[in-house]
């Protein structure tokens, strides 16, 4: 029996159902004639509060609302990759083909391209008995990506018939499973998952490889790990979105997953446009191949925005759960948490801080808690990854999520206004940020970048400080009345953050950078600090060495040293040797 | 549906409430009759069961429980659309105000407009010129984009929207043309006049359709009027193929007015007093700019916003600059040193300025010179902190040259006349002109070769 309640009341993106219903919470509903999508948010003996992921305009007292039994759920199968979804997984392609250039309210599509068909390797047999997780078979989804089928982790049994290999599309049943109980299913290429449960895994598994972003000031200063958790906030103009760009680029994941939460049409428009162009360095396939944009853009309903994140991350766990390393870039979950807020007001619920429900701060450490590096319910090692840029309000750190984000986050990417008003990009301050993973992650630098990789990045760290801690008398008296060991500190200081941390997004050589060569370029900062150190001491001023062009010209290697060629970073020790007896024999 | 309601079970400032109502939808418009001669309009905000609560947009003061029938509509707010829009002038909702009569429709369209699908978008890449050098130079307006000017009363933000209107240009050899919507939301009558007397002077009046909403007007009014214009900006864009740009000011009023209904609703507030979905509809007007695929026309916007106490994390502004493509932000300091227009180009920004620059749009110097000057006047903030403390007489030769190319940056790029219309490559030259005050070595945003052009040994 289908169980329907009819409309009370209507308030925004919020409907009520009077008297006792038989929905239960979180139920997946169709609101009125034109079947809009919504969920059950409260009930109680006499009212049902139910949320509506579309515009509610002309919705009345007296349309029907009709439940459907399960949760708000998205369809797990082939054909998300390479794809552009709204907050519920409904494609914007296929609404775009339904309802044109608009989206339009009640639009029925499929998730996926049932029509579709892909090449399947059945990897089971008759007698197989099989785990909740278990692969069934295998389907190359993109050029870039093979897509693993798996048993639903609800399912367990034994394999009694199995298709032969071949083409299959997403209704073709290709295996069929006899449950411990007896009964038998058909198992095809699709399963469903609700957003808010995270999908089971075996084990939580220690973390300990970093993911590799090619950006110099994360990869050495602040690095995330596989499975790691971080927080990029900045107000507006301070570069988050060409940050989460970049790493979305750039970064050694298997898949990414972009979700575009409030934030500009045009953004998404040109995401999509770029990703399918660009090439991945590592593989030579094209971006869009392994990944997977959701757009909830700032106009589309409010609703769909708090569940978009939700829907991310489930689609992300699934391609975990194939063993595979994901991403999230989340952009913005300041527009997730005001959409709770905007959702919590309709319902008139006691504000906590700024209007925020007290919920936020669950809300938010559930949503980062879902990252992490897991065993597989199939042994296989995977990891999700989030990235989620925080947009504050007046751009000020102590507003409620970023602190509450801050809490549950391990690394956190401060973006700076005034570093992006003097267009120094990325604007990550190298005050503010940190990175919790230092310790996890530094036997791995040491181990396979080079043995003294951190103790170079202490040096780096500790040369800003001081520059910092410089900086404040120079800004009261001026540079000329320090001391010559103090001018090449704030000199060298200078290099650093002009020739290594400032990093050119559209220069094809430096915006994505090899791990091996910020090692190199770190070593010959290093190197030029000392040589120009010893020069000092035995009381050459500065501003005798700053006649040679050498400080300029290892500014310039980042523009100038191709990521191929990087035997020719050895020339510039040679330089700094000749800068240095060039110094000695002059003066 | 002709069924009217008599009576109303309440009125509290702007809103009403009706009880008995049969067959009412949200956002449904209801038509109003007072007295039998007075027509008002309303939007139904909220309904349970038989009982709807109405926003009036026009001001309730004569209303009372018994003077009033009310008739639904059957839809939400519609516009009557066709070209005979451009050259008329009409009221906040969209009714005639120049005597003309109503327009003939040729289509009529929902007001509230439909999210444009991201797959259906195509990425703005042209620029416009306005002839600005602080804008054309460092914050480059693109075809289909939003850009905001942040300012503050007393500040000459009229003049510089007026001066962009009638300069603005596609290219020099580009004979599209384009056509302006005009919204104006809590404005100053003399400020209308001014715009009014502006577009007859520079020869647009034919191209301007003009939304009018008066300070003096119903504040209700001024929620619907950004809508309404943009509705009928989409219309000419999309499916007359017109290039549009469309003048908002003062989205701050529009936001008061929210704030304002939002509280005599009893709603939950969030910040300052605005409620939690200030946000979102912010968004669901700015986000109308843009250009779909396979149209030829596009809507830019231009929207213009006071910021409360010149205060940029004020939610109004700040809440704009999350949603649009950057801002220019207009400065009390430059004004006070009587430089026009008075453009803080630090915090000012075009984030779709990089893909309509360089090479086969402006010029390839573009980007790094636009790079380099942002650096470089950052770097004068700093010595004039430093000349203010120990005075200018102390400071590094090197400080010295920097503000002195401050001073010359600010008087001479900046700065130029309301009816200066500077060409790119005037724009460009003068940037590098200006930077031949600092010595090379410090220009370390700009890539060899383009220097090695732009500023020889």
Same mark, same amino acid.
């Given at each position: 029996?289908?169980?329907?309640?009819?409309?009370?009341?209507? !308030?925004?993106?919020?409907?009520?159902?009077?008297?006792?219903?038989?929905?239960?919470?979180?139920?997946?509903? *169709?609101?009125?004639?034109?079947?809009?999508?919504?969920?059950?948010?409260?009930?109680?003996?006499?009212?049902?509060?139910?949320?509506?992921?579309?515009?509610?305009?002309?919705?009345?007292?007296?349309?029907?609302?009709?439940?459907?039994?399960?949760?708000?759920?998205?369809?797990?199968?082939?054909?998300?990759?390479?794809?552009?979804?709204? /907050?519920?997984?409904?494609?914007? #392609?296929?609404?775009?083909?339904?309802?044109?250039?608009?989206?339009?309210?009640?639009?029925?599509?499929?998730?996926?391209?049932?029509?579709? $068909?892909?090449?399947?390797?059945?990897?089971?047999?008759?007698?197989?008995?099989?785990?909740?997780?278990?692969?069934?078979?295998?389907?190359?989804?993109?050029?870039?990506?093979?897509?693993?089928? %798996?048993?639903?982790? !609800?399912?367990?049994?034994?394999?009694?018939?199995?298709?032969?290999?071949? $083409?299959?599309?997403?209704?073709?049943?290709?295996?069929?499973?006899?449950?411990?109980?007896?009964?038998?299913?058909?198992?095809?290429?699709?399963?469903?998952?609700?957003? @808010?449960?995270? &999908?089971?895994? #075996?084990?939580?598994?220690?973390?300990?490889?970093?993911?590799?972003?090619?950006?110099?000031?994360?990869?050495? +200063?602040?690095?995330?790990?596989?499975?790691?958790?971080?927080?990029?906030?900045? /107000?507006?103009?301070?570069?988050?979105? %060409?940050?989460?760009?970049?790493?979305?680029?750039?970064?050694?994941?298997?898949?990414?997953?972009?979700?575009?939460?409030?934030?500009?049409?045009?953004?998404?428009?040109?995401?999509?446009?770029?990703?399918?162009?660009?090439?991945?360095?590592?593989?030579?396939?094209?971006?869009?191949? @392994?990944?997977?944009?959701?757009?909830?853009?700032?106009?589309?309903?409010?609703?769909?925005?708090?569940?978009?994140?939700?829907?991310?991350?489930?689609?992300?766990? *699934?391609?975990?759960?194939?063993?595979?390393?994901?991403?999230?870039?989340?952009?913005?979950?300041?527009?997730?948490?005001?959409?709770?807020?905007?959702? $919590?007001?309709?319902?008139?619920?006691?504000?906590?801080?700024?209007?925020?429900?007290?919920?936020? #701060?669950?809300?938010?450490?559930?949503? *980062?808690?879902?990252?992490? %590096?897991?065993?597989?319910?199939?042994?296989?090692?995977?990891?999700?990854?989030?990235?989620?840029?925080?947009?504050?309000?007046?751009?000020?750190?102590?507003?409620?999520?970023?602190? !509450?984000?801050?809490?549950?986050?391990?690394?956190?990417?401060?973006?700076?206004?005034? =570093?992006?008003?003097?267009?120094?990009?990325?604007?990550?301050?190298?005050?503010?940020?940190?990175?919790?993973? =230092?310790?996890?992650?530094?036997?791995? *630098?040491?181990?396979?970048?080079?043995?003294?990789?951190?103790?170079?990045?202490?040096?780096?760290?500790?040369? =800003?400080?001081?520059?910092?801690?410089?900086?404040?008398?120079?800004?009261?008296?001026?540079?000329?009345?320090?001391?010559?060991?103090?001018?090449?500190?704030?000199?060298?200081?200078?290099?650093?953050?002009?020739?290594?941390?400032?990093?050119?997004?559209?220069?094809?050589?430096?915006?994505?950078?090899?791990?091996?060569?910020?090692?190199?370029?770190?070593?010959?900062? +290093?190197?030029?600090?000392?040589?120009?150190?010893?020069?000092?001491?035995?009381?050459?001023?500065?501003?005798? +060495? &700053?006649e040679n062009n050498i400080f300029e010209k290892v500014i310039a290697i980042k523009y100038d040293v191709p990521n191929n060629r990087l035997d020719a970073l050895d020339q510039y020790f040679k330089d700094i040797d000749a800068f240095y007896e060039d110094v000695l024999a002059r003066n | 549906m002709n069924i009217e309601y008599m009576g109303l079970s309440e009125i509290n400032g702007p809103l009403i409430a009706i009880e008995g109502i049969r067959g009412a939808s949200y956002d449904e418009i209801v038509e109003i009759t007072v007295n039998q001669k007075e027509r008002k309009l309303g939007k139904i905000v909220e309904i349970y069961e038989d009982r709807a609560v109405i926003q009036v947009f026009q001001n309730t003061d004569n209303m009372s429980l018994t003077n009033c029938r009310t008739r639904l509509t059957g839809h939400p707010m519609e516009l009557a659309l066709s070209d005979a829009l451009l050259g008329r002038t009409f009221n906040g909702v969209g009714e005639p105000l120049d005597g003309q009569g109503a327009i003939i429709a040729e289509k009529r369209a929902d007001v509230n407009g439909k999210p444009l699908n991201p797959v259906s978008r195509e990425y703005p890449r042209n620029y416009i010129r306005t002839g600005i050098s602080a804008i054309d130079g460092l914050t480059t307006l693109i075809r289909g984009q939003k850009l905001p000017i942040f300012s503050g009363n007393g500040l000459p933000h009229d003049q510089l929207a007026a001066q962009i209107v009638r300069q603005a240009s596609l290219g020099e050899d580009s004979k599209e043309e384009f056509a302006i919507v005009f919204a104006a939301m809590g404005l100053k009558y003399d400020v209308a006049e001014y715009f009014k007397k502006t577009f007859e002077e520079s020869g647009v009046s034919s191209h301007v359709c003009m939304f009018l909403n008066l300070a003096n007007d119903p504040v209700v009014e001024r929620l619907i009027t950004p809508k309404v214009a943009l509705t009928a900006a989409e219309y000419l864009a999309f499916e007359k193929g017109k290039h549009i740009l469309v003048i908002l000011t003062d989205m701050t009023s529009f936001a008061e007015a929210m704030r304002e209904v939002s509280s005599s609703r009893g709603e939950i507030p969030s910040r300052k007093g605005y409620p939690g979905y200030l946000y979102s509809e912010l968004s669901t007007i700015y986000e109308r700019a843009g250009i779909v695929q396979g149209s030829t026309g596009s809507v830019t916007q231009i929207p213009i916003l006071t910021m409360p106490n010149d205060d940029i994390t004020h939610p109004i502004p700040d809440l704009t600059g999350y949603i649009t493509e950057g801002q220019i932000v207009l400065d009390r300091t430059l004004n006070g040193k009587g430089i026009y227009p008075p453009i803080n180009v630090l915090p000012s920004l075009s984030r779709l300025m990089k893909d309509g620059i360089g090479k086969g749009y402006t010029r390839e110097d573009h980007q790094d010179l636009a790079n380099q000057l942002f650096s470089s006047y950052a770097k004068v903030g700093d010595a004039r902190a430093l000349a203010s403390v120990i005075g200018e007489d102390e400071l590094s030769p090197l400080d010295q040259k920097y503000l002195e190319f401050g001073r010359a940056f600010e008087s001479r790029f900046v700065g130029q006349s309301f009816t200066e219309n500077r060409t790119i490559e005037d724009t460009l030259n003068l940037g590098w002109e200006l930077l031949k005050i600092i010595p090379r070595s410090e220009l370390d945003r700009v890539n060899t070769k383009i220097l090695d052009q732009y500023y020889p040994v």
């Open positions: 029996m289908t169980k329907q309640g009819i409309i009370y009341g209507v !308030n925004g993106p919020v409907i009520y159902i009077k008297g006792k219903t038989e929905f239960q919470m979180a139920e997946m509903v *169709y609101v009125g004639k034109e079947r809009l999508v919504g969920e059950v948010i409260a009930l109680s003996r006499n009212l049902t509060t139910i949320q509506v992921y579309e515009e509610t305009t002309g919705l009345a007292p007296g349309d029907e609302v009709i439940g459907t039994d399960a949760p708000i759920s998205v369809t797990l199968a082939p054909g998300i990759l390479n794809n552009i979804f709204d /907050g519920i997984e409904r494609p914007l #392609a296929s609404i775009a083909k339904a309802s044109g250039a608009y989206i339009a309210r009640g639009v029925s599509v499929d998730s996926l391209d049932y029509e579709k $068909s892909w090449d399947v390797t059945l990897c089971v047999k008759p007698g197989d008995v099989v785990k909740g997780g278990a692969i069934l078979a295998t389907t190359p989804e993109t050029k870039a990506i093979v897509h693993k089928v %798996m048993l639903s982790p !609800n399912l367990a049994g034994t394999i009694v018939s199995v298709m032969p290999n071949g $083409s299959y599309t997403l209704k073709d049943t290709i295996a069929t499973l006899q449950k411990e109980d007896g009964s038998i299913v058909d198992l095809t290429m699709v399963q469903k998952w609700p957003i @808010r449960i995270p &999908r089971p895994t #075996a084990a939580r598994e220690r973390i300990s490889l970093p993911l590799i972003t090619g950006q110099r000031i994360l990869d050495t +200063l602040f690095p995330i790990a596989k499975g790691g958790t971080a927080a990029i906030p900045g /107000g507006f103009g301070t570069g988050k979105t %060409m940050n989460q760009h970049q790493i979305a680029k750039w970064s050694d994941a298997d898949i990414i997953i972009y979700i575009g939460c409030g934030e500009r049409g045009n953004e998404m428009t040109q995401v999509l446009e770029e990703f399918s162009q660009l090439e991945d360095p590592k593989s030579g396939n094209l971006l869009m191949e @392994r990944t997977t944009l959701i757009a909830n853009t700032s106009n589309m309903p409010v609703a769909a925005r708090e569940a978009s994140i939700y829907t991310g991350i489930t689609l992300a766990e *699934y391609y975990r759960d194939m063993g595979y390393d994901v991403a999230i870039m989340a952009d913005s979950t300041s527009r997730w948490a005001e959409a709770l807020r905007e959702l $919590s007001g309709r319902l008139e619920e006691m504000p906590a801080e700024e209007g925020f429900p007290a919920y936020l #701060a669950s809300r938010l450490a559930a949503f *980062y808690e879902r990252a992490g %590096m897991v065993e597989t319910l199939n042994g296989e090692e995977g990891s999700v990854s989030i990235i989620g840029a925080v947009s504050p309000q007046g751009g000020d750190f102590s507003e409620p999520v970023t602190q !509450n984000t801050k809490r549950f986050v391990r690394c956190f990417w401060g973006l700076d206004k005034s =570093l992006a008003y003097s267009r120094h990009f990325p604007a990550i301050h190298w005050l503010t940020s940190y990175s919790e993973y =230092l310790d996890d992650l530094g036997p791995w *630098y040491n181990e396979n970048v080079a043995g003294d990789f951190m103790d170079c990045r202490m040096k780096i760290v500790e040369l =800003l400080n001081q520059e910092s801690t410089l900086m404040e008398i120079v800004k009261l008296i001026g540079s000329d009345v320090l001391p010559d060991d103090q001018k090449l500190t704030l000199e060298i200081a200078r290099v650093i953050r002009l020739g290594f941390l400032q990093q050119n997004a559209f220069h094809p050589e430096d915006t994505c950078v090899p791990l091996q060569k910020q090692y190199q370029m770190m070593k010959i900062i +290093l190197y030029l600090y000392t040589k120009s150190k010893e020069l000092v001491e035995m009381g050459m001023p500065v501003s005798i +060495l &700053r | -």
